[in-house]
Each structure stands twice: as C-alpha cells, then as structure tokens.
C-alpha cells in the first residue's frame, strides 16, 4: 500500500508512473543496503542488482547505473566518459540524489543527473532497482532503466 512507502519512495514511485513504468515499489521487511543483500532478500541473481552510484566526472556529479556483479573500472570508465572519474563525496551523493546512501534509486532526485547504464545489466530479462529507500525495491528491465532514466550504455569495467 502506497501509504506505508516513506516519503521519499512516494517520490521515486511518482517519477516512474511520470514516465511510463508502473511504479511499484516492493517494501523489503528490512533494509538492503548493499546488491547482495537486495539479491538474497529478493531470490536473484546478484548481477540482476542496480546499484546507483554518484560519481564526479571532472567535477559534475553524473549517476552509473552499475550491476551489482560489478565494480567501476575508474580509469577506464573515465575514459570511455572522456574525462577524470571520481567518487563523489557521502554529503555530495545525498544532496544531489536527496535519498539514503544504500537505498539511492535511479530517478526521483531533485535535479537531472546525466546517467549511463552497465551494459551487463542487459544480460538479466529483468532487473531490480533501489526504491529511494534501503528497505525499498521496483523491478524493471535494462531497456526500460535506460528509457526511464534517459541513460545511455556503457561498459564500466
């Protein structure tokens, strides 16, 4: 029931029902901060995992959309990005994404991030998402986060 969602999930179910997904976020009955934790709650395959991670590229802060099998490839990744890739700072992520490290989701934040998308993730028929909140999930698919997110794909590794 929408009402038992946090406020910020609300938003993050609101974004996605804006662009054509059907907004429902799944209430995990505990946090699942991590991609491994998100696959054993949900019964998947770790790599079926969207892990939101804020990164500075020079100094913009851009979101990768990365499968939860995979760590960013920083050197490589920046190259592919045509510039220097950095992690962003813990206040910098929670200030552009407004929403809990371990619960980011790839939408619902308060200004557009330029977004790129693991291409891996277009291995799995469908894919899980963070909800805007740790204990919160949606399911979808790696074309439908690209549209939705208006991300591009890349290889981050």
Avoid: Y
């Avoid at 790599?47 to 939101?52: M, P, R, V």
């Avoid at 909800?131 to 991300?151: D, Y």
Wanted: with cysteine.
């Amino acid at each position: 029931m929408r009402r038992s969602l946090p406020p910020v999930a609300c938003r993050v179910a609101d974004t996605l029902i804006a662009r054509g997904h059907h907004g429902v976020i799944v209430t995990q009955p505990a946090p699942t901060p991590t991609a491994a934790d998100a696959a054993r709650a949900l019964g998947v395959d770790v790599g079926a995992i969207t892990k939101s991670l804020v990164f500075l590229l020079d100094d913009d802060p851009v979101l990768l959309l990365v499968s939860g099998a995979h760590q960013v490839d920083l050197g490589r990744t920046g190259e592919r990005l045509e510039g220097k890739l950095t992690r962003a700072p813990a206040a910098m992520v929670q200030e552009v994404t407004g929403q809990p490290i371990g619960g980011i989701a790839p939408v619902g934040h308060p200004t557009n991030l330029p977004t790129w998308v693991d291409n891996v993730l277009s291995t799995h028929r469908e894919v899980w998402a963070a909800g805007g909140h740790p204990n919160t999930v949606f399911r979808t698919s790696f074309r439908e986060l690209v549209r939705i997110t208006a991300g591009l794909p890349i290889d981050v590794d």
